[in-house]
């Protein structure tokens, strides 16, 4: 209740505000950034959304979306905008490592910082900090915030679209156990704004292009490694597998829980390489925790059942590791 009493005297009056989100945003991180850009700009902000970095295709019909600044190319225009903000809103992640380069301007801007995640184990960086490991999104925590904020009305039908796609995703469309009673109160009220959550799964999920559904053919059927012993599955994929297939920022999203999809996996990876680092997705049913499994030997975190990491090694010796890291859990797989 304080912390939302801090924010309720900090945005009463009409301020400079930035909001930014994690590196290649997915739906919740794009979704909770531009549904509170929507939501400030109608208490009378000047609002920007900088992104650390592009983001797919299939996210570009959410409303806002055609102002968003990609960090990478405007360097200069975005640290200029973070100098002069009064406000710089971190959504969706709770380091500001997961921002890239535009950390520095982040970190150095007399603005005040607001946090607004769902992630464990948050860093001590921002003046005023909503955050919820428990939430199953953080469009979730933003909802019921401008609720507590006494402004539910002020959520019409491009606010509650972008609120709506980040929590039907980060719940797997309300399939994985984060999704609870709350999570159905919030989908059923953004209902009754006026949504059509046909509408948003469709522009979400079934807007593929040829090649995207080739590159997942081709991932399950030759790239797909199933260790039966050790309950776990994962995919690899080398840079010149995503250029054979014009591998565009997105196409590879959801291809792990594929590997989780099979009868009798625990633990799933997706192991890709890219050109800054070999990039992980983890993913897990029941008590395995991949955020600390990411966090021990992949420098990465997340959630106790969806994490990520990185890996400096090439994508032949990380798979070694991650093969051989494995033999440290016989047991509790």
Known sequence: MQQAEALKTLIQTTKKSVIT????????????????????????????????????????????????????????????????ADVIFCVDFNALSRINNFSDAVKKSPAKKVMIDHHLQPEDFADIVFSDPSAASTTQILYELIKQLGDEKLIDVNIAECLYAGVMTDTGSFRHSNTNKKVHEMAAALMDVGISSAKIHQLIFDNNSELRLRLLGYSISQKLTVLENKHTAYITLSAEELERYKAKTGDTEGLVNYALSIKGIELAALIVERPDCVRMSFRSRGDFDVNEFARQHFSGGGHKNAAGGCSSASLEDTVKKFVAVLNNYNGKL
């Open 21 to 84: 989100t994690h590196h290649k945003p997915d739906a919740d991180a794009l979704g909770s950034s531009l549904a509170l850009k929507l939501y400030l700009e109608k208490k009378g902000h000047q609002v920007h959304v900088v992104s650390p970095t592009d983001y797919p295709e299939f996210l570009y019909w959410m409303p806002g979306n055609d102002t968003v600044l990609i960090y990478e190319g405007n360097q200069v225009k975005a640290n200029e905008m973070a100098m002069n």
